[in-house]
């Protein structure tokens, strides 16, 4: 069964650090997203991306971050300069044009020290 | 805006037994999806199940149902004949029309004891 895979599985960054964090979403999948997790509470929406930009964004999202596809498999998070409260898990997700679902990946953990 | 509110940050049920996680939403959009995720202790979310707000039936996934109860807004997720392999944290999530996000609810905590 497709699935969305998520690399690294665990990133420990120094303050100030950029960070990017990477996915390969299902391979016929048009929507992409990022959502975090701080420890212990509920899972926020970042940034979806259809069509080679950006379509929505949270508050959260703010120009530390940044989004890519690169090629026409990968998709990426980029944190620049982190900070102590950027730890957290990311998830990435990807649905269809057909389908409501958004199929979660592993997930990254960041720890920012 | 959209909210999500899960009023049960713990449940314990026994093995076998059906248990009930409350999820209740709101909205002003009269179009809009809910869906179930787990998130087990390794971390990733699994989808369970969605019920659209137009959908006639309440949901069904094996042993997951959807209690939708629209007039009341809420979106219990039933989980029957529990088992070990369910304790887990349990988001419910609501999307609406224009929009991808998922807003998330605060989580219910589910413990399964033999």
């Known amino acids: 069964e497709p699935e969305v895979t998520q690399t690294p599985s665990h990133q420990v960054t120094q303050m100030g650090q950029e960070v990017i964090l990477r996915c390969v979403p299902i391979?016929?999948?048009?929507?992409f997203y990022w959502y975090r997790q701080i420890l212990g509470q509920k899972v926020e929406f970042l940034v979806s991306?259809?069509?080679?930009?950006?379509?929505?964004k949270s508050e959260i999202f703010d120009d530390q971050f940044s989004v890519e596809r690169p090629d026409g498999s990968n998709f990426t998070l980029k944190i620049r300069s982190t900070k102590l409260e950027d730890s957290a898990m990311y998830f990435c997700?990807?649905?269809?044009?057909?389908?409501?679902?958004?199929?979660f990946g592993p997930g990254t953990r960041l720890t920012v020290l | 805006a959209q909210k999500i509110t899960q009023t049960q940050p713990g449940m314990f049920v026994q093995e076998k037994e059906a248990v009930t996680l409350d999820c209740t939403y709101d909205?002003?959009?009269?179009?809009?999806?809910l869906f179930w995720y787990k998130q087990p202790s390794s971390g990733e979310m699994i989808f369970l199940i969605y019920?659209?707000?137009?959908?006639?039936q309440n949901a069904t996934e094996g042993r997951y149902s959807l209690n939708f109860q629209k007039a009341r807004k809420s979106a219990n997720l039933v989980i029957s004949a529990s088992q070990l392999g369910d304790s887990a944290m349990y988001f419910c999530?609501?999307?609406?029309?224009?929009?991808?996000?998922?807003?998330f609810g605060s989580g219910t905590r589910l413990q399964v004891q033999p």
């Open positions: 991306f259809y069509n080679n930009e950006i379509s929505e």
């Open positions: 909205t002003s959009d009269p179009s809009y999806g």
């Open positions: 019920q659209g707000s137009y959908d006639q």
């Open positions: 997700a990807s649905s269809s044009e057909l389908s409501d679902e958004q199929f």
């Open positions: 391979s016929n999948h048009l929507y």
């Open positions: 999530a609501m999307r609406v029309p224009g929009r991808r996000a998922l807003t």
